[in-house]
């Protein structure tokens, strides 16, 4: 029993104090906790004792049933600054912390009456895009960049913004841009910034003025460089990674101590379904999709929203001939309109899920292309059931036997091969 662990844990001799809030035969073991004397602190008082009782039996034990206000304000104040100083030295550190948006209040609470959580289960409630606060936008002047900038300050009222992007103001359309914004009410820099230069990063991002702080990140930034596995150098997986993930991350780090309201990252499909010749570009967005579970796990906001093909083409989809449309058409996936996919991203910020994939499906041709030929994900939404074949549910097996008795080097080995 947990009574006995403890015990041999510590050689038999016990603990010094018992902070309790169980009940019944729990109360019994935890004061035999106490062979050498002690105290039974009692914080649930849901299964009270006779302190008088209790020192009658256990020499040398203090039961003692309290509330925390009877130690009075000023001690209380007291405690409590001592308390965090220990978190300002590190002494210690604070609980970890479950946060659930409020339109999930329900499984907050079933979460918390199922006593899975460690630590604090905390309900947040959704914070708008204050108008006086400053919303970053990487790639700001590209196509995709262009679009959400232009919603933001039509729709959501956004009035200080920070266009990033390589070529900063130079780029092409960015006076235009500019000037559209700022007839709308919006005042608007742009800056020529690496995002994936941290220092660069931390330079623009300390020059938003303190009247105007930062509210917002919104990370389109992106380059291409496909090619099939065996032709993907170093050097090609470094200018992908370095653009996508690297920049996300430096954004994060960056703004993590910051009340955002928004952290929104442009992720790709790529990385939810595969995309042949493209394992540079998918490790990249499933870097960024891993980060926003990360964020809203450390109770920051965070989405990582893995985009299908959108109709207006950008740099990055620009090279697509006719052919590659149509087969991609005839797959079942089809191009989103900018209205669509800004639809699409106010739904999604209003759900604040840490993955979403804003995609444009035609079911009737993934029924087409049959079960067979489908990722198992698409399966479902298609109408069929996955299927796996005999022999790739047993290579699967046989795999997960294998790692499951290797040594951490010999399975990173049996993996990266």
Known sequence: DFRQSFLTATGGEGVDVVLNALTGEFVDASLQLLPRGGRFVEMGKTDVRDPARVAADLPGVVYQAFDLSDAGVDRIGQMLGEILDMFAAEILQPLPVRVFESAHAVQALRYLQAARHVGKVVLRLPAGLDPRGTVVITGGTGVLGQLVARHLVATHGVRHLLLLSRQGPVAAGAT?????????????????????????????????????????????????????IEALT?????????????????????????????????????ATLGS??????????????????????AGLVGQSLAWGLWAQQSTMTGHLDKVDLDRMRRNGILPMSSEEGLALFDAAVRTNQPQLVPIRLDTAALRRVGAGGLPPLWQVLAGGSPRRTATTTDTRVDLATRLAAMGVEERQRTVLE
Request: aromatic letters at 4%.
């Open 176 to 228: 235009e841009l500019v000037g559209d914004l700022t007839e709308l009410g919006a005042r608007v820099r742009v800056a020529a910034c690496d995002v994936a230069d941290r220092d660069a990063l931390a330079e623009v991002l300390a020059a938003v003025p303190a009247e105007h702080p930062l509210v917002g990140v919104v990370h389109t930034a992106g380059v291409l460089d496909d090619g099939v």
């Open 234 to 270: 170093p050097q090609r997986l470094q200018t992908v990674l370095r653009a996508k993930a690297d920049a996300a991350w430096w954004l994060h780090e960056l703004t993590q101590d910051l009340d955002l309201a928004l952290f929104v990252v442009y992720s790709s499909a790529a």
């Open 276 to 297: 042949p010749g493209q394992g540079n570009y998918a490790a990249a967005n499933a870097v960024l999709d891993a980060l926003a579970l990360r964020r809203q796990t």
